[in-house]
């Protein structure tokens, strides 16, 4: 019955999926046509010369500066999108997401870490090291969140969610005195906290791919159990649910592809939240069509919001700005409206 | 579907030695003996904080002794596979709560898990089966409602179609009806007790009211601070020395040929 809803949806998207990234790499400075963008993106696929029939400067703009970017804008739109379903689905709240249980927080210290210590002089490349440190700094917060949590053995979503605000709370803190000790240099952390895709080059395509396709199958995988979940943790375990270890491998792998999405990209919010929220919204909350759906939406905002700020905005707007302007207000609409249609539980 | 069990009558489901329970030091049950039989719906009564949800959790296969064994078909509890676990038996919970709008039938639907393949479509049987269950319990004109807008006891009813599309062979009821009027009570345990009687479907329950303990169990088993006061069949235990021991309150017994049980009275202390 749901399978079929999938796969209805499933070659739709895609397609305009496509048609989107191709779009999109037509705006610009330099004007290309569509059917030039799919001639450049083959060639560079295959690793073969550029057509001749192309203006070779246009040429390298959509293959080395453009395309990168954006496919790294659907990536980490995707990967948003699919975690923050996961994140709303395991911690049985609508309205958690990256940043409820810390993992946001964690990588942008991470990150922040790096620019300060290249500040006082420590010789680190950014281009290696900010995402691992980003990475490394969502890990390791999600690992404290678990420890704080792991007292209560169920592993409740409470538990998880007061350990993650703690953490939280004390890695802002110390963000704040990472930007004190910036001092002058303190737009370089702000930047970064604020978002960009304008640096995402290849490589991180090749590292984001494999992981948004892992992820959102490990979801999907694991989409039955999840919308059981949702009756509570005694209700799943007698329909033979493992909630426990359900809940370590979600949260793990929806870690990952935070930290891999924000380690490329900085802090990008309201994707996580917005996405799986309205998508609910309009299909209703079986997560076998949500968390694919879920890629799909995160992917086209984040294409629409970054061609917005690369292409058409007279300039450049930090992308976690643009998305959480967008969103913000949008969000406050569906949360008034939701109250007065009388709906408590969302 | 699930292995066939032991057919014969009265040979032992669950059967507990020595169990003591406790969460964080505080002791819930303590030195629990006791066999539950095929053949008879067994009823657990006691005053709140008796551990009777807490002694649920364990025949379920939900918590886990910290000491003492429960053995289950002749096999230690804990060595059966949840799954198979989760196609004998279902668990109708106290408070049925659903945290996103899933639609009454796809709540329903739910129940099919632990017979389904992970990425199985539910069959037309299946659906039949479904629809089955709706009916039954008389929700089939909420089958599209999200269930998050349903009231306590409407959520009751679909947390027992659940529990009916999941096919147990023995079903654990929860105070199960304590959120219903008496009319969906009654229909309730009479829809459960009938699959008892003809379907074969065991029935262990955790109940508050007397008088419909009294109605609906072949068997009680009495709770008191998490030890066992005395169990038995229902004319048997259920006197007022026993109330008296376990609740604390002076009541009266008497068989009842209205009911075709015995029913207590109580009346207010002197």
């Known amino acids: 019955m749901k399978r079929h809803a999938v796969t209805g949806w499933l070659l739709p998207l895609t397609a305009v999926l496509v048609f989107g990234v191709a779009l999109s790499a037509t705006l610009g400075f330099l004007a290309v046509s569509i059917p030039d963008v799919f001639a450049i993106l083959f060639a560079k696929l295959r690793g073969q010369a550029m057509p001749t029939t192309i203006d070779p400067v246009a040429a390298t703009v959509v293959a080395d500066v453009r395309l990168p970017r954006i496919l790294a804008a659907v990536l980490v739109g995707g990967l948003l999108g699919v975690s923050g379903a996961v994140f709303q689905a395991i911690l049985l709240n609508p309205l958690a997401d990256s940043y409820t249980l810390g993992i946001s927080t964690g990588a942008a210290f991470g990150a922040s870490l790096v620019i300060v210590l290249q500040i006082f002089g420590l010789a680190l490349p950014s281009g290696v090291s900010i995402p691992i440190f980003a990475f490394g700094g969502g890990v390791g917060t999600l690992a404290v969140v678990l420890f704080l949590a792991a007292g209560d053995r169920r592993l409740s979503s409470t538990s998880l969610i007061l350990a993650g605000v703690i953490v939280a709370a004390i890695l802002s803190a110390a963000i704040g005195f990472l930007k004190f000790l910036a001092d002058e240099q303190v737009g370089l952390i702000i930047f970064w906290l604020m978002g960009s895709l304008a640096g995402a080059s290849w490589a991180n395509i090749l590292l984001l791919a494999p992981a948004a396709l892992l992820g959102t199958l490990t979801a999907v995988f694991y989409s039955r159990d999840l919308n059981i979940m949702a009756t509570g943790d005694r209700a799943a375990t007698s329909l033979g649910v493992n909630t426990v270890r359900l809940r370590l491998v979600l949260l793990t792998v929806a870690t990952l592809m935070t930290a891999l999405a924000v380690s490329v990209s900085g802090i990008i919010g309201f994707v996580g939240l917005i996405v799986p929220h309205l998508l609910r919204h309009l299909v209703g909350p079986d997560n076998r069509l949500l968390i694919p759906l879920a890629f799909f939406g995160g992917s086209l905002l984040l294409l629409i919001a970054d061609t917005l700020t690369r292409a058409v905005l007279p300039s450049e707007v930090p992308i976690g700005v643009l998305t959480a302007l967008l969103g913000g207000p949008f969000f406050c609409v569906l949360f008034k409206k939701r109250q007065r249609d009388g709906a408590t539980a969302f | ?270």
């Open chain 2, 1 to 270: 579907m699930a292995q066939p069990l032991s057919e014969q009558d009265n040979a032992i489901l669950w059967s507990l030695t020595g169990v003591n329970f406790g969460y964080n030091d505080t002791p819930v049950l303590r030195d629990v003996t006791l066999e539950l039989r095929r053949g008879c719906c067994t009823g657990i009564l006691g005053p709140n904080g008796s551990g009777k949800t807490t002694l649920l959790d364990l025949l379920a296969g939900l918590q886990t002794p910290q000491s003492g064994t429960i053995v289950f078909q002749g096999k230690p509890l804990s060595a059966w596979p949840k799954k198979q676990l989760a196609r004998w038996l279902a668990l109708v919970p106290q408070d049925f709560m659903v945290r996103f709008g899933f639609s009454v039938r796809e709540v329903v639907e739910m129940g099919l898990h632990p017979h389904l393949h992970r990425f199985a479509t539910p069959s037309a049987t299946d659906q039949a089966l479904i629809d089955q269950a709706l009916a039954a319990t008389g929700i089939v004109a909420l089958a599209d409602r999200p269930v998050t807008r349903l009231s306590g006891g409407e959520k009751q009813r679909v947390a027992v179609a659940r529990a009916l599309a999941q096919q147990p062979e023995m079903l654990l009821l929860d105070e199960a009806t304590s959120n219903l009027d008496i009319h969906h009570s009654l229909e309730i345990l009479h829809l459960i007790r009938h699959r008892f009687e003809h379907q074969a479907m065991q029935v262990v329950a955790v109940m508050h009211d007397l008088n419909l303990a009294a109605l609906f169990c072949d068997r009680l088993i009495f709770l008191k601070q998490g030890q066992v006061v005395c169990q038995g069949p229902t004319e048997e235990v259920l006197t007022p020395a026993n109330i008296e021991a376990v609740y604390g309150v002076e009541a009266e017994v008497r068989p009842n040929p209205f009911t075709n049980s015995r029913q207590v009275s109580f009346r207010l202390p002197a």
